[in-house]
């Protein structure tokens, strides 16, 4: 198994295997027969809405690649999907992106209402710490670690990273000019953040040496870039049907893209660039980081 | 001291002392110089806008009552006046409560705009839990304790507390009747859990024995309500000019209250018993636990 070894098919076999097995856990944790409850049934339709698992399955094979336990890190990986879902169930709210379409489906706020996604948003931040302090320790994890993990889910999703991300690209919205590097800022916390969170704490659970350590935030912050370019040229380039949300959106609200910045094939190269930086930074580990190699040649040859 | 010590201007004086503890940890936490960044900026708006500070010293005051270091509990002290403020700005959002007026001025809508004053609470309820990461052990607490306090944070404003408690509450505006029994349940979600949390991670920081934890646990839930009561009862007869915020809320927005469901006297009765139980719940501990009597009794008897 090595990079040149990729193909779309096996990549979402395996973003699949890490869907099965968080999905239990997050399944027991939100009770279906609490559904009873609106609110519940409100945070399931985002929670299991068939998302790709990018994040928990970066958190799984990071911790793989340093020759951690992969049941260890699952309550990481869980928790990681709470937060990135309750960050797209807060930016589709109509004050903020007012998307209609999310994974295909209408947004939480358009079949429950806006007050709902906000508190389903909310619910989801909270349980996502929750259920790290709840079951971290029992995964085998040292308190130490869990500890050390909340803080960077923390980092990564908070005031300096996600939720500022999320800020710059509103404020972004409004500027006349805009250069690379300020737009690198904005993605680099709109979504690299937690990408390289997701990756640090898979590192973390696993017990990374500092240098390995070193290594896989160098290839996280590379394929959170090159992610988010990626989507920003399915935006232009992408199919609505394969996407499950509207093209064009990114045009529509004026928001400061790659594309629009340096043009779409630069664009293209830039994410390519990234991808194999990012494969590069992964040298010194061995055949454990190929799933981690899989997930930079898929962050720019994805059509969703 | 004990109960019948008790005035206002020396609980008031009490409460006071906490805020005077807390609010170095959190302007360090979210300096000055960021606001800049006008996202901070709207952060400590609503952050340092003098509330009362009850949550937090509800925590410092548990710690004090069964002889733990008052140092210790300031972080999670800290992070309860994150969550709680967290809860205030999202709940006056249009969506929610739509409310203008909070402590005597604007609500962060009002002044930053809808989509800032989303992201401001999703950035304080993120970093209530990144601050206890951060700052729990060096501040001399156990990992182990440390973690369980973040459980019992999470649980207590998520999705089976105070999240659910504020759905509850939305809910209830829609139903045509209500029992005392269903509005107890809204109340104890809404108002209690957190308050129940405060207490108990207070507790549990200082090291208080389960009987210490039990009573102290039945002291927190019937404050819990008695203040949510008191809430009520304000909204009714308290004056807009010492609440800092409009009356006659909850019956513009048909809201159901004890006042509207027992009337006005007998919610009085009920409040002053809740707080005498509470007092009671407390015999086990010594002088200790005095600055708790107070705050039960400043529970009903405040004027805002």
Redesign the interface.
């Known amino acids: 198994m090595n990079p040149s070894s990729y193909s779309e098919t096996a990549l979402l076999d395996f973003l699949q295997r890490g869907q099965s097995d968080i999905n239990p856990l997050l399944s027991s944790y939100?009770p279906e027969e609490d559904v009873a409850?609106?609110?519940?049934q409100a945070?399931r339709y985002s929670l299991f809405a068939g998302g790709k698992y990018l994040r928990s399955n970066l958190c799984l094979a990071a911790c793989a690649s340093v020759g951690g336990m992969r049941e260890a890190a699952l309550p990481f990986a869980a928790a990681l999907e709470l937060v990135h879902t309750?960050s797209l169930v807060?930016d589709d709210?109509p004050?903020?992106d007012n998307d209609d379409l999310r994974r295909g489906r209408p947004t939480n706020h358009k079949v429950y209402?806006?007050?709902?996604a906000?508190?389903v948003?909310?619910?989801l931040?909270?349980?996502a710490?929750?259920l790290?302090?709840?079951k971290?320790?029992a995964s085998g994890v040292a308190?130490?670690t869990?500890?050390?993990a909340?803080?960077e889910?923390?980092?990564g999703?908070?005031?300096n990273g996600m939720?500022?991300g999320?800020?710059l690209d509103?404020?972004s919205e409004k500027k006349i000019t805009m250069n690379e590097k300020e737009m690198a800022i904005v993605h680099q916390n709109k979504t690299g953040a937690l990408i390289v969170a997701a990756v640090r704490i898979g590192a973390m659970v696993g017990n990374a040496t500092p240098e390995q350590m070193l290594h896989l935030t160098e290839y996280a912050k590379r394929i959170g870039l090159a992610f988010q370019i990626a989507d920003d040229i399915l935006d232009v380039s992408g199919e609505e049907k394969e996407l499950g949300k509207k093209v064009g959106q990114d045009q529509a609200q004026k928001k400061w893209t790659y594309p629009r910045l340096i043009g779409l094939e630069k664009s293209i190269d830039l994410a390519n660039q990234l991808s194999e930086e990012a494969i590069d930074a992964l040298d010194g580990l061995g055949e454990n980081a190929d799933h981690l190699r899989w997930i930079a040649c898929f962050a720019v040859k994805r059509k969703k």
């Open positions: 939100f409850i609106p609110l519940y945070v309750y807060h709210l004050a903020m209402g806006e007050a709902t906000i508190l948003g909310d619910a931040l909270t349980e710490f929750t790290i302090a709840q971290g320790v308190p130490e869990v500890i050390k909340i803080c889910l923390g980092e999703a908070g005031l939720v500022l999320q800020f509103m404020l």
